[in-house]
């Protein structure tokens, strides 16, 4: 079993930054993926950004590839989503999840492919 925990959600003026965190524990061996997906009101949750553990790769949904970089630290079992120049469109709930499943390329925006889900966190981005 592996438990996600994300955090640094808040408030923000649109410009201005934040910077996700979710941190990961249990079975965290068996992680070979974790992303980052929205949900805002009304809409359905959407891919935004996903990393292979291995660092190998890195995935962007178009809409925040240049202003949103996606890390990790896999010695603290934590993944970072550091999100610039934020826009009101961002405001969502934003979650992480992972993946211990076998990963096939070209699958990391599926919602399928992930089998844990954190809690989420809240971003809202003022105009």
Known sequence: QVQLVESGGGLVQAGGSLRLSCVASGGTY???????FRQAPGKEREFVTAIRWS???TYYTESVR???AISRDS???TVYLQMNSLKPEDTAVYSCAASTLPYYAGTYSR?????YWGQGTQVTVSS
Request: net charge positive; no cysteine; glycine share 20%.
């Open 111 to 115: 919602e399928t492919t992930y089998n």
């Open 66 to 68: 240049g202003r949103s």
């Open 55 to 57: 660092g190998s790769a």
């Open 75 to 77: 010695a603290k079992n």
């Open 30 to 36: 068996g992680m070979n993926i974790v992303g980052w």
